[in-house]
């Protein structure tokens, strides 16, 4: 009964290079929210998708970032041509959908670009 | 707008003592109130939740309340330890179909042995 798995845990970039989260949902679950947190800040929303569909992407910045859910295999978060400030802590949650009672985070990836 | 505050921002106790962290929302028409704790280069673990009807609910040494009236909720925690240092978030779900909910920033914990 695994939750909610994010891979890789810490994962450091050149600026200029592609930085790639996954995050896998606990079972059951088909819905996909992403998070980014600064240091010393609070978590800060970026998309929610469900399988195969970008439901609210109202958090992403409009350059760089992308994210899918494809109906086989977990949620990609992509970001391209990294930059220091994309240094953060990203957090993916799923939920069952309805009224989210069952939202459950990872543990996060921590990207650091050098 | 759907917002969520809490307070205090930052809080620090001494071992052993009680403390209640204090949280306010807007959210409207409201589904469920989650209380989690993150510690330090951890993701968010779910302390309670609870919905309209429920006014109180416990996890251990950890009491969440809540009033829908007034739109606010606390956590209460008894006999603090130095593993309950961390940060706090009170995150609010909306009903009638939104499925983002809206996130407090946190209080800062901090116990002291």
């Known amino acids: 009964n695994a939750g909610v798995m994010q891979n890789p845990r810490h994962l450091v970039r050149r600026r200029g290079q592609e930085a790639r989260l996954r995050c896998s949902p606990m079972?059951?679950?088909?819905?996909v929210y992403w998070y980014r947190q600064l240091p010393e800040e609070g978590l800060k929303f970026m998309v929610y998708?469900?399988?195969?569909?970008?439901?609210?992407e109202s958090g992403m910045p409009k350059e760089r970032f992308s994210a899918e859910f494809p109906k086989e295999g977990p949620s990609i978060l992509r970001i391209q041509q990294v930059v220091r400030g994309d240094s953060a802590a990203y957090f993916c949650?799923?939920?069952?959908?309805?009224?989210?009672?069952?939202?459950?985070f990872g543990s996060g990836t921590r990207l650091t670009v050098v | 707008k759907n917002q969520v505050e809490q307070s205090p921002q930052s809080l620090i106790i001494l071992e052993g003592k009680n403390c209640t962290l204090q949280?306010?929302?807007?959210?409207?028409?409201?589904?469920?109130l989650r209380w989690y704790k993150q510690d330090t280069g951890r993701g968010p673990v779910s302390l309670t939740i609870?919905?309209?009807?429920?006014n109180t609910k416990s996890n251990g040494r950890y009491t969440a309340t809540l009033d829908a009236d007034t739109k606010q909720s606390s956590l209460h925690i008894t006999a603090s330890q130095l593993s309950d240092s961390a940060s706090y978030i009170c995150?609010?779900?909306?009903?009638?179909?939104?499925?983002?909910?809206?996130f407090g920033r946190g209080t800062s914990l901090i116990v002291h042995p």
């Open positions: 949650a799923s939920s069952s959908g309805a009224n989210n009672y069952g939202y459950t």
């Open positions: 079972k059951g679950h088909s819905h």
């Open positions: 998708l469900q399988k195969e569909n970008i439901i609210d």
């Open positions: 949280c306010n929302y807007t959210v409207s028409p409201f589904s469920n």
């Open positions: 609870m919905t309209f009807s429920e």
């Open positions: 995150v609010v779900s909306e009903g009638g179909g939104s499925y983002i909910p809206t």
